[in-house]
């Protein structure tokens, strides 16, 4: 069975700091990567996601991962956050295969921006 | 256009008493799924729709909860003679076609208190 896990339950960054957010899965094969972020009251919001080919994966809001096979890992960065990027971090897998199906999420992580 | 919604956005119940969720999906999507997340916790997949067939529902947690999609369109997750650790926020999540490479576009929640 799929697994993933961020190991990071809290994280505090300086606005205009640097930003990563580790994420570890386990999967037989290489598995479909997505990386959500969920405002207070707000649905879950696709930042990006990863399926094969360049391993660094560049989202929305200035937001990249980079899928690394031997590390079994797909961490998120930012070079610079912002006030506005406090939100919770949610790193999930899909089952590589022809039909859709459920996710699996990790526990999150939640983000602090301080001034 | 419209995203995902959910109704009721919050509701109450009392142990024992069986509630109704509402799931409007985007316009045309074909592929429905229901999660549940408890406080402090990531989604967990409970069960996924193609048009109007339940192709998994694998992770209902009990026969206590049962889902429907009839038309293909809106569904309903129910929940039968609720318990407290039915306590939870339900995510509603909707993809263009049944393929596992689909954004999954995610609702804003119904938050569910079971007293």
């Known amino acids: 069975a799929q697994s993933v896990t961020q190991p990071d339950i809290h994280i505090t960054v300086s606005e205009g700091a640097s930003l990563e957010l580790r994420c570890n899965y386990s999967?037989?094969?290489?598995?479909?990567l997505f990386w959500y972020v969920q405002s207070p009251g707000q649905g879950l919001q696709l930042l990006l996601k990863y399926f094969s080919g360049d391993t660094l994966v560049q989202g929305i809001k200035g937001f990249e991962a980079e899928f690394k096979r031997s590390q079994s890992s797909f961490n998120l960065r930012k070079p610079s956050v912002h006030w506005s990027d406090a939100a919770e971090y949610f790193c999930a897998v899909g089952a590589r295969g022809g039909g859709a199906d459920g996710l699996t999420f990790g526990k999150g992580t939640h983000l602090i921006i301080q001034p | 256009g419209a995203g995902v919604s959910q109704s009721p956005r919050y509701k109450v119940a009392k142990r024992g008493q069986d509630v109704a969720l509402r799931c409007d999906p985007i316009s045309g999507h074909v592929s429905l799924f229901w999660y549940q997340q408890a406080l402090g916790q990531g989604p967990e997949f409970l069960t996924y729709?193609?048009?109007?067939?339940?192709?998994?529902k694998s992770g209902l947690p009990s026969d206590r909860f049962f889902a429907e999609r009839p038309e293909g369109s809106v569904s309903t997750l129910k929940i039968q003679r609720t318990q407290q650790e039915d306590s939870a926020v339900y995510l509603c999540?909707?993809?263009?076609?049944?393929?596992?490479?689909?954004?999954?576009?995610f609702g804003p929640g119904t938050r569910l208190t079971v007293l």
């Open positions: 729709f193609q048009n109007e067939a339940q192709l998994d």
């Open positions: 999967y037989g094969a290489t598995p479909y």
């Open positions: 999540a909707s993809s263009l076609s049944g393929s596992s490479t689909d954004t999954q576009y």
